[in-house]
């Protein structure tokens, strides 16, 4: 269902949602099931952006499995699980005085490079409405989250990761 790598769909700003749109909650729902079904027969993937699968909206999912979690932890990073969450024209801003680190990762959009060292700022804010419209509370991304939610965020923009590798 990925759209292969060098597809345009991946490199366009996806559009604002209209969330009057009726093709938007079978997009949402095929995003969300494209997500689980990598999770559950690879053990990867936290992520996907509606590009991803040549859906031309601006969204993305996150989930964070709880065993993720707690690999993630274990390298001293900072994460807690996360249900599936779909973020709808999200904007994602790192804070101001944010440190940067570099952490590796990958993408399901750019198969073969298993991962790379990527700079991410380590806090951000996260404002974003849900699947149905309804604006979701501003919040604070620290750690891995945070990551999570710039990889997305930037696929909604037209930026692979690997604009921010070493």
Not at 35 to 50: D, E, S, Y
């Amino acid at each position: 269902p990925f759209v292969k790598p060098n597809n345009k769909a991946l490199r366009n700003v996806n559009r604002v949602v209209d969330f009057t749109d009726p093709v938007l909650q079978q997009a949402i729902d095929d995003t969300i099931d494209t997500l689980h079904h990598m999770q559950n027969t690879t053990g990867r993937g936290v992520g996907l952006a509606a590009s991803q699968i040549g859906e031309p909206f601006g969204f993305y999912v996150v989930s964070i499995p709880e065993e993720r979690a707690k690999k993630e932890k274990a390298v001293g990073g900072i994460c807690e699980p996360v249900d599936t969450m779909v973020y709808v024209n999200a904007t994602v801003t790192p804070l101001p005085d944010t440190t940067t680190s570099v952490y590796e990762e990958g993408c399901f959009s750019v198969p073969g490079i298993k991962s790379t060292a990527v700079h991410r700022a380590q806090s951000v804010e996260v404002k974003a409405f849900d699947r149905y419209g309804k604006p979701i509370l501003a919040f604070i991304a620290e750690g891995f989250l945070a990551r999570v939610h710039q990889h997305e965020f930037d696929h909604t923009q037209g930026k692979e990761y690997l604009y921010h590798a070493s």
